[in-house]
């Protein structure tokens, strides 16, 4: 993943305050799309990633063949072909077809065919078709095929 993510984008954005909004973002691959020249700097509104994109942040709904990559936070929806990455917060619902990895809090769902993964809490629910793992509380349900794991706390339904 890091040869998709330039490090001038890591840098610039983690030591910048370079936020922008892009009302609707078209990418093919992280490197090549309406935000090839501010790669990781842009809150996207709307963002079509045909088979993988990477932004600051979502605050709408994004789509991808493949891939979505979010550096910072995502307010809203996503969905996606293999797999769903964010960094940060998520307050909205995550589908993928096989992951969905989130490094931080999920206030909402996510929702996808094997396997989703927490280092966070989740308010809301995990639904998988194999296995749901959160690092830390549970408050609200874990659905899966095979396992459910939570280091913390439950409160809701496994």
């Given at each position: 993943?890091?040869?998709?993510?330039?490090?001038?984008?890591i840098?610039?954005?983690?030591?910048?305050?370079?936020?922008?909004?892009?009302?609707?973002?078209?990418?093919f691959?992280?490197k090549?799309?309406?935000?090839s020249?501010?790669?990781?700097?842009?809150?996207?509104?709307?963002?079509?990633?045909?088979?993988?994109?990477?932004?600051?942040?979502l605050?709408?709904?994004?789509?991808g063949?493949i891939a979505?990559?979010?550096?910072?936070e995502?307010?809203?929806?996503q969905?996606?072909?293999?797999?769903?990455?964010?960094?940060?917060?998520?307050?909205?619902?995550?589908?993928?077809?096989?992951?969905?990895?989130?490094?931080?809090n999920?206030?909402?769902?996510?929702?996808?065919?094997?396997?989703?993964?927490?280092?966070?809490?989740?308010?809301?629910?995990?639904i998988?078709?194999?296995?749901?793992?959160?690092?830390?509380?549970?408050?609200?349900?874990?659905v899966?095929?095979v396992?459910?794991?939570a280091k913390?706390?439950?409160?809701?339904?496994r």
């Amino acid at each position: 993943m890091q040869r998709l993510v330039p490090p001038e984008a890591i840098y610039a954005s983690s030591n910048l305050s370079t936020e922008k909004i892009m009302p609707v973002q078209l990418s093919f691959l992280p490197k090549a799309g309406t935000n090839s020249f501010v790669k990781g700097l842009r809150v996207n509104h709307a963002s079509f990633n045909i088979l993988a994109g990477y932004s600051k942040g979502l605050s709408g709904a994004e789509f991808g063949g493949i891939a979505n990559i979010i550096q910072q936070e995502v307010r809203g929806f996503q969905a996606a072909g293999i797999a769903n990455v964010v960094l940060g917060d998520v307050h909205g619902t995550q589908f993928s077809g096989i992951y969905t990895m989130d490094l931080s809090n999920v206030d909402g769902f996510q929702v996808s065919g094997v396997y989703n993964s927490l280092r966070g809490t989740i308010s809301g629910g995990q639904i998988s078709g194999i296995s749901n793992i959160a690092m830390k509380t549970v408050n609200g349900a874990q659905v899966a095929g095979v396992l459910n794991v939570a280091k913390g706390k439950v409160t809701g339904v496994r």
